[in-house]
């Protein structure tokens, strides 16, 4: 027995329809239109190689020549992007392509935030300061207002074993933002030291939750906490009129590095 006997062809259509519109919601509102220019990119780079079919060997192909214009954080965004639009349009988990995240990690190599002279992360102790050590690789490295500190998540932190790619969506401009945490100044051993203290029973995603004395709470920082950061650094570094330091220093080059 034919089960589609008798099926409306324009209620089938209505279902199709209704089955892609749901799948769009699955990206970001606020980004959505961004997302979906890097997927057409890409399909229409499959059409001018006369790609027949998308694997494992024609994704690092296609990051390749973008290597040639884009830097690390760029191209850490764009695999972020396709691979959600993926992901949805094609069913496809580029994730799981070994070679396209070695090639993106190999990017990253001689890509460094010139933060070299910074070292407090090095010489403030970690039983008062771990907190602070992480809002200033984050918000340094990401240029991040206090707001964009205050949301972001823990599901916004991508951990690719060797670098912290994070993404921040609830941006002023309320366009994605993407910046990328590596090895200076400790940045993502600091990150690990903090993420091992946070708490099983945690009840919501924010990531920078409170830090005393070697232990994490379960409570959020406040967003006007972020903007008190710079100045108790400052302070400890003994640095003439440390009060001048707000949290717009983690926007400026006039923060000490």
Request: aromatic share 12%; charged share 25%.
């Amino acid at each position: 027995m034919n089960l589609l006997a008798g099926c409306n062809v324009e209620n089938s259509s209505d279902i199709l329809k209704a089955a892609q519109e749901a799948s769009s919601s699955l990206l970001p509102a606020k980004s959505k239109e961004k997302y979906q220019k890097v997927y057409e990119k890409f399909c229409q780079w499959r059409i001018t190689k006369n790609v027949q079919k998308t694997d494992e060997n024609v994704i690092p192909a296609y990051f390749f020549e973008k290597a040639k214009a884009l830097k690390a954080s760029s191209l850490w965004s764009t695999y972020s992007m396709l691979k959600s639009t993926l992901q949805i349009n094609e069913n496809m988990d580029i994730s799981q392509y070994k070679k396209l995240v070695a090639f993106l990690k190999r990017q990253n190599d001689p890509y460094e935030a010139k933060k070299s002279n910074f070292d407090y992360g090095k010489q403030a102790p970690d039983d008062k300061f771990l907190l602070m050590k992480v809002v200033l690789i984050f918000g340094l490295n990401g240029a991040c207002r206090r707001a964009e500190l205050y949301s972001l998540t823990v599901k916004d932190i991508e951990d690719t074993g060797k670098i912290l790619v994070i993404t921040l969506h609830d941006t002023k401009t309320k366009k994605k933002r993407v910046f990328i945490v590596g090895s200076e100044c400790n940045g993502y051993e600091i990150y690990h030291k903090y993420l091992r203290l946070r708490p099983k029973h945690v009840k919501h995603n924010g990531f920078f939750i409170y830090y005393n004395h070697g232990k994490c709470t379960v409570q959020p920082v406040g967003i006007n906490s972020f903007a008190k950061i710079p100045q108790k650094v400052a302070e400890y570094l003994k640095l003439p009129d440390a009060s001048s330091y707000t949290g717009h220093c983690l926007r400026s080059s006039n923060f000490p590095r």
